[in-house]
């Protein structure tokens, strides 16, 4: 871990608004796994947003504008195949734990999880979750989403579906990079 845990009697005047309103979102809708410490301390990517409040704060505004369970145009086992995807293309140990998690409690079952893990497309997802590992995989080799796939995405999911797809492939490969960057570890070896 790079960099200490921010500890809530210390924070400034910048970070406390940041980390009041973190710390309300993950309670809300971050459930399942370990991202607050016994003392208070956010851990996961949480952490180096709050040492770092100027880039921070948009990221967990994105965070929130994409986790909103009541805006969102996925289905919850959808959001989590895109999100295990990325998390196993960029190995981040943190995304992965959380996401397993998470994954499990919106109905995937652990021989899918485990193939998404291993970075390998299941053949147990049914046409949504095929549709979002496809448009995922794609996006995470580069260049641009083939028009086939696309066109699949709006008609699965409605083009505001399709675009937050997008979006939340993005926002898992910058999530990912701020784990790995920061060498965030998973709770186990986080003192908590």
Not at 134 to 157: C, K, M, N, Q, W
Request: proline share 7%; with cysteine; net charge negative.
């Amino acid at each position: 871990m790079r960099l200490a845990l921010v500890e809530p009697a210390e924070l400034t005047d910048t970070q406390k608004p940041l980390y009041d309103d973190m710390k309300r979102g993950i309670e809300k809708n971050f459930k399942g796994f370990t991202a607050i410490c016994k003392g208070g301390e956010l851990i996961g990517p949480w952490n180096p947003w709050l040492r770092f409040p100027r880039i921070g704060a948009p990221m967990w505004d994105l965070v929130k504008a994409l986790s909103d369970p009541g805006s969102s145009k996925l289905p919850k086992p959808v959001r989590e195949v895109t999100i295990l995807t990325t998390g196993a293309a960029f190995r981040s140990g943190y995304e992965l734990y959380a996401h397993i998690l998470m994954a499990e409690l919106r109905g995937l079952d652990d021989k899918t999880i485990a193939t998404i893990v291993a970075g390998q497309r299941p053949t147990s997802l049914n046409d949504d979750e095929s549709c979002a590992y496809d448009v995922t995989s794609s996006l995470l080799r580069g260049g641009v989403l083939p028009e086939l796939l696309y066109r699949t995405a709006i008609e699965r999911f409605g083009k505001e579906g399709a675009a937050e797809l997008i979006y939340l492939v993005g926002l898992y490969c910058m999530i990912s990079l701020t784990l790995n960057g920061f060498d965030v570890p998973i709770p186990e070896k986080t003192a908590q």
